[in-house]
């Protein structure tokens, strides 16, 4: 799965988050994690607690709540309002790729960067809390490179 690779780097995160907070690294905040990680699209609180008590973890809803607090903190998910206008949860990562523009046809590649994404997550900007954010490349696409190699050598053959 794409998302594998990410996952583990985030759990890493959030816990050394929790560790350097002096918060508790409670089997309880781990699953609720693992479950929201799960989670391919927007949530709510109740979606989250129905997947908790799918697998035989029952977690109060205060613990749901802070966990899902401290996920915004270390930017893993972002507080969305549904069509209904009801509050909803989603990954952050969903939306960190890299996009790779050419300049010359306008497509926009869409790239995974799980390093990029570490580097992101962490970084901290004064006065200013991240919502989410997003890197555009700018550049040639291997098409154009092509066409523009061979309308060069086109000319030069006329001339
Ligand atoms: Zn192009």
Redesign the pocket.
Known sequence: MADQKDNSVIIQEFSNFLKAKGKRRTPERFKILEKVLEFKKQFTIEELNQAMLNDAFPVSKSTLYNTVEILREVNVLRKIYTAENAIAFERVGQVANIHLM??????IKLVKDTNFMAYMNARKFAAFSTSYYNLTVYG??N??ARKLKRSRSNKKNNK
Request: overall charge negative; proline content about 0%; hydrophobic content about 10%.
């Open positions: 050419c300049e010359h046809c306008g497509r040639i696409c098409d154009c």
